[in-house]
């Protein structure tokens, strides 16, 4: 304890040359609300305020509503999706400002974002980060002619997966494919003519705000004109609002029912090759770099979420009595606590880590963002069960919110690639060529 420096640390005070620990004589230490994170710059504390009040009441309530709405209301003019979508961009984020910042910043603000807004809604958390990936991507690929012509208030979608393609479009190097596998003919095909592209086919009902969405960047085949091959892919930003493109029903499902889904079709869309946003020269790039940013994004979305079934419960523990005592002080529910407890944290300081070493890399590691999603995922599913356990037969009724967060981290296991697909594809992206 020689330097001055020490002498002020938090929590000890010095007495002659000795220090000497301020703490009571029984100490308890209180977690921030944000979990176990060393202490946030102001900046940064009034951003995850600003959202955390967002996320509660804004975000839960609305998201509650919608829970119970049909697909088909939920996207209506009179919906409450619209009144979220309103307060989200007058919340005034920027990708661009985020940008600008120094990676260990942008790499807080990042997670600080997606899990507060993963805290609120997961599936309304998942509208808005699909919400900017073809503006996200249109930077990362530095395109300025993309980020000019869609502003990033517009709402965007993915397209990747079709109808006979899921976890083979998210594998277009062919690591994991079965040997002697093709893939077969691809669903969604963009011919190049000249300086012009046009598109025909369709994309699965997955596609997040498929149904809404006002701009989409798009992964197809490429048919550079020698016939259709999606190892020759190509990604576009496009506008959705061109002639020959329509929309599937809005899709009814288990959870995140606040992340409008539905189909794309394509019947002879003509764009000029302005919007090519990356040909098949960079295709495996543009693959790459959108699944390391989505699934990152993923393991800040599902921390949230399960943080916020953490929460519930632990507030029911102490209300709810059996047998005379709050069922706290049953010590199974202590212990449940504790593991819940433990796995957000876990999985909050993994995702933190990974996001700060992708934003801070040369070339983000597709593997790291891979364990921070399947970790966050599956880790939130099963939180969210144990929170439904807590509540007992309270926790299966929609009269409390836990069932719902446990339908929306399910599907999170199989959005952005499947957790066993992802764990397949991370495994061989450790291989050392070197090694063999
Ligand atoms: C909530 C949600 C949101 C989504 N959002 C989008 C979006 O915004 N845009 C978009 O384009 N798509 C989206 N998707 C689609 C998602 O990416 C696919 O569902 C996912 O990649 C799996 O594809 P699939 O459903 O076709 O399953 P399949 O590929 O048919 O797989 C079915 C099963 O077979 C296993 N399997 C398949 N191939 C292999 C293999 N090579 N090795 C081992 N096992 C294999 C899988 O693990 C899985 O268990 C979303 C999906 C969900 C559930």
């Known amino acids: 304890m020689a330097t001055s420096e020490k002498q002020v640390m938090t929590g000890i005070e010095r007495k002659g040359d000795s220090p000497v620990y301020k703490w009571p004589a029984h100490p308890r230490a209180k977690v921030d609300e944000f979990g176990i994170e060393p202490p946030l710059g102001d900046i940064q504390r009034e951003f995850q305020q600003t959202l955390r009040k967002f996320a509660v009441e804004v975000m839960r309530p609305i998201g509650q509503k919608l829970d119970r709405m049909t697909a088909e209301e939920i996207i209506a003019e009179d919906s409450p999706f619209w009144e979220f979508r309103r307060k989200y961009l007058d919340l005034g984020i920027q990708l661009s400002d985020l940008a600008e910042m120094e990676p260990e910043e942008r790499s807080q603000m990042f997670c600080i974002l997606f899990e507060e807004l993963g805290y609120g809604d997961g599936g309304m958390a998942i509208s808005v980060a699909a919400g900017m990936l073809p503006q996200y991507l249109s930077m990362i690929f530095g395109n300025e002619f993309l980020m000019e012509r869609f502003p990033q208030d517009m709402l965007g979608c993915w397209a990747i997966t079709e109808p006979d393609h899921g976890s083979d479009t998210l594998d277009p190097n062919g690591m994991i494919r079965h040997p002697g596998a093709e893939y077969g003919r691809p669903n969604t095909v963009a011919k ?49 609002d061109l002639p020959g493109i329509s929309r599937g029903k809005p899709l009814e499902k288990l959870g995140q029912r606040g992340d409008p889904q539905g189909e794309l079709f394509f019947n002879d869309v003509e764009v000029s090759t302005d919007y090519l946003l990356a040909g098949p020269e960079d295709f495996q790039r543009a693959v790459y770099s959108i699944h390391a940013e989505a699934n990152a994004l993923m393991g800040a ?29 049953h010590q199974l529910v202590a212990y449940k606590l504790f593991h819940m407890f433990r796995q957000v944290e876990a999985s909050a300081a993994l995702t933190r880590r990974v996001v700060h070493y992708n934003q801070a890399a040369d070339l983000p590691a597709l593997q790291a963002a891979m364990i921070a999603k399947v970790t966050a995922t599956d880790m939130a599913f099963d939180v969210a069960s144990d929170a439904i356990q807590i509540f007992g037969g309270n926790g299966v009724t929609h009269e409390y919110p836990v069932e719902k967060i446990m339908r929306d981290c399910r599907s999170s296991m199989i959005e952005d690639g499947a957790n066993d697909v992802i764990a397949l594809k991370g495994g061989y992206y450790l291989m050392d060529e070197d090694l063999l």
């Open 192 to 240: 190049f003519q000249g300086d012009k592209i046009v598109i025909n086919g369709q994309k699965s009902a997955w596609v997040s705000n498929g149904t809404i969405a006002e701009c989409c960047i798009l992964y197809c085949a490429a048919d550079m004109g020698d016939g259709a091959d999606y190892s020759n892919g190509c990604v576009l930003v496009i506008p959705l």
């Open 301 to 329: 979305i599902w921390t949230g979420a399960a943080r916020a079934a953490y929460h519930m419960a632990h507030a029911y523990a102490h209300e709810r009595k059996q047998g005379g005592v709050p069922i706290y002080r």
